[in-house]
């Protein structure tokens, strides 16, 4: 078989399965003795094993299987959930993704995890050195918690409680093989086949795993619901070869209780007759096998869920936007044309191709969109990694999560939210000690919010830290020459809030691997603007920090503003349009050498986009009024003049490349209906 075909579906099921276990053991480490999630974290490890397994990436595997051995013990009550089991688990964790992200590079999937393994293998044995582990220790050793160990854990009774209650048949099953059996791991697969094909295996006893590498005497308990009778199940597992001896007890409720009690305290149960009292004697290290699905599923008339999802590569979502986007082009193409000819069946026809084509659109678009979990989900773990390092208490509260980007914004958002994380981790929140000395709880919170407004999506990093020091920043900026001491005196406080983002800037008393406030910021700052987004910052004092990062919805197209400067065409992005309007020449002010003028209460800088542009048609025209756009940066404004108003279309974004790099007003090019090219103006760039 060729498994190069099965590659990519590897890779992805397993970054999901990766993803699960690191938000199930973060669930964990808040509530340990919540047994559900610990059979959450086991199934994605039993799947995520074997898949690998099958794939032939054996590092993998037997890594995976050492940490479904700790994990079993959990969920089957024989271990107690410490720091250092977290750890271990957390570093396995990392190790399997360096290894998946290895496959994803083309390599072997191997690493050197002996280290991992034998700090696994030390907590089944229950004899690693930490506190509190000797409890644990002693109950994995003897197989009981200190109220004795039952048959099955809350979870296994719970199922077949309810599927006892809903009338399905459940059993416990007793199998003897013959000694002289050469393939003992056979005749056990041969058994399980036939249960799993007549319903489900909740428990068995020795675990299946142990089973398919017949680490196990001659025999083996199961408990299963089935559809077949007791009869019927007797008749066709005596059936296989090999099996000399074989028992089925039907259970209800008050023998699977018996049997639970029996096992507690070690004594033979009394009923069912059928049970054999040695069952109670063997170790319990069952893995379980369906242990997700509903009571329902065992019965064979219940329907299969369809699934509603495929995946799909982005390399054709890509194509796929790129066709559209030429379909985009002839369609304003043929709007143009069909007003010029204006014939009724053309123009009734274009028309419909336009409301089509504006459904297609939206379909494509939405296809891109994806939600900012994706890149989310890896933040928990992150600032408990963090946090755990440097000694502080810190809640990661996570809102909006099922707000949707574009994927060309998710892709490029991901590495400067990282740098606000961090740095309000190191530099935002107070140790545990300068917390409770100023009257904080001593647990700090960071606020990771998302919401629409707009076209546009919001992205929130607030924390409830000491906040930014002005005459430290201050300070630091004259240090290094990025504001003068003249400057700095009329600076306001939201002024002197963004000088962090000036490249090199930092207030760290020293340089650490988490880096201090303003580290990286510059890099934040300029890829957020490259994505034609905006980042503010507000801060208090001794109350905390909050960065706010604005997107655009999508990268593909946009809606525009088209205008005329002389004989060129250029188009500004609607969602940082305030408004269009015309101002009489007598109403611009001029303040200390600044073009200016009144706009809603409040004087507002007057650029001149052919000055910016070095447009060849310009010349500054003595006309007693001219056309402006005024537009929005954050909560900054500015009015920029053009000669005419082309008026509101639809473009689609195309990078410029190598070309016009110079000019950092341009942010790309569009193809417009008349087949003429039209440059994007960054509006960003004009307000400075």
């Not at 399965?17 to 808040?30: A, F, G, P, T, Y």
């Not at 379909?363 to 946090?387: E, G, H, Q, T, Y």
């Not at 809030?497 to 490249?503: D, E, G, T």
């Amino acid at each position: 078989m060729d498994m190069n075909a099965y590659l990519s579906m590897f890779i992805d099921e397993s970054n999901d399965h990766l993803q699960s276990l690191n938000e199930n053991l973060l669930r964990l480490e808040s509530d340990p003795e919540d047994l559900s999630i610990v059979q959450s974290i086991f199934r994605s490890a039993h799947t995520l094993k074997g898949m690998s397994a099958t794939m032939g990436y054996e590092d993998l595997a037997s890594l995976t299987h050492e940490m479904e051995n700790v994990l079993d013990l959990v969920r089957n009550s024989k271990l107690k959930m410490d720091s250092f089991i977290f750890d271990t688990l957390f570093k396995g964790l990392d190790a399997l993704e360096s290894m998946v992200q290895d496959i994803v590079g083309g390599g072997t999937g191997k690493a050197d995890v002996t280290a991992i393994v034998a700090s696994l293998q030390s907590i089944v044995k229950g004899d690693y050195k930490t506190a509190g582990a000797s409890a644990g220790a002693a109950a994995a050793a003897t197989g009981q918690t200190s109220g004795g160990a039952a048959l099955l854990d809350e979870f296994q009774t719970s199922v077949i409680q309810q599927s006892i209650d809903s009338g399905h048949n459940v059993y416990y099953i007793e199998v003897e093989i013959r000694e002289d059996c050469v393939l003992k791991g056979v005749r056990a697969y041969m058994v399980f086949d036939l249960l799993g094909k007549n319903g489900d295996i909740v428990k068995s006893e020795p675990s299946v795993t142990d089973l398919e590498q017949e680490k196990f005497d001659r025999s083996f308990t199961v408990f299963a619901i089935s559809t077949l009778s007791q009869q019927e199940l007797e008749t066709q597992i005596a059936e296989i070869s090999e099996i000399e001896k074989v028992t089925v007890a039907l259970l209800d409720l008050e023998s699977l209780a018996m049997l639970n009690n029996a096992a507690a305290k070690e004594q033979a149960p009394a009923a069912p007759a059928a049970v054999p009292a040695e069952a109670t004697a063997k170790e319990e290290a069952g893995k379980q096998v369906g242990a997700a699905r509903s009571q329902a599923a065992a019965a064979s008339s219940a329907p299969a869920a369809v699934s509603r999802t495929i995946r799909v590569d982005i390399d054709r979502l890509d194509a796929l936007m790129n066709l559209f986007s030429e379909l985009l082009i002839d369609r304003v193409r043929l709007e143009q044309l069909s007003s010029e000819i204006r014939r009724n069946d053309l123009t009734e026809t274009v028309e419909h191709m336009t409301r089509v084509s504006s459904d297609l659109q939206n379909i494509v678009l939405k296809l891109r969109m994806v939600p900012v979990d994706s890149v989310f989900n890896r933040f928990p773990r992150m600032i408990r990694d963090l946090a755990k390092s440097l000694d502080k208490k810190i809640d990661l509260v996570i809102t909006g999560a099922d707000t949707e980007l574009d994927r060309t914004v998710i892709d490029e958002i991901g590495d400067p939210l990282v740098h606000l994380l961090r740095n309000s981790v190191d530099h935002g929140i107070e140790t545990v000690e300068e917390r409770l000395a100023a009257g904080k709880p001593e647990t700090g919170t960071i606020h990771l919010r998302a919401y629409h407004s707009g076209n546009h999506v919001f992205i929130e990093v607030e924390e409830d830290g000491r906040g930014i020091n002005r005459e430290r920043v201050l300070k630091t900026a004259i240090k290094n020459g990025v504001v003068t001491e003249e400057q700095a005196k009329q600076l306001s406080n939201e002024d002197v809030n963004m000088l962090i983002f000036a490249p090199g800037f930092s207030t760290a008393d020293k340089i650490s691997d988490i880096s201090g406030r303003g580290v990286g910021l510059d890099v934040v700052k300029s890829k957020i603007t490259s994505l034609g987004g905006n980042v503010t910052v507000d801060s208090a004092l001794g109350r905390g920090t909050k960065f706010a990062v604005q997107l655009p919805l999508t990268l593909s197209i946009i809606s525009a503003m088209l205008i005329k400067l002389g004989s060129e065409k250029y188009a500004i992005p609607l969602t940082s349009i305030v408004e269009t309007g015309i101002i009489q020449k007598d109403q611009i002010l001029n303040v200390h050498g600044n073009r200016m003028i009144h706009f809603r209460n409040a004087i507002i800088p007057l650029v001149s986009l052919g000055k910016v542009l070095d447009s060849p048609d310009f010349n500054e025209h003595n006309e007693s009024e001219t056309e402006i756009v005024v537009i929005r940066k954050g909560d900054k404004w500015a009015a920029v003049t053009v000669d005419e108003f082309i008026g509101q279309s639809e473009i689609v974004l195309k990078t410029l490349g190598k070309y016009l790099t110079n000019i950092e007003a341009i942010s790309g090019a569009t193809i417009l209906g008349d087949g003429q090219v039209a440059l994007i103006i960054d509006p960003n760039a004009l307000i400075k």
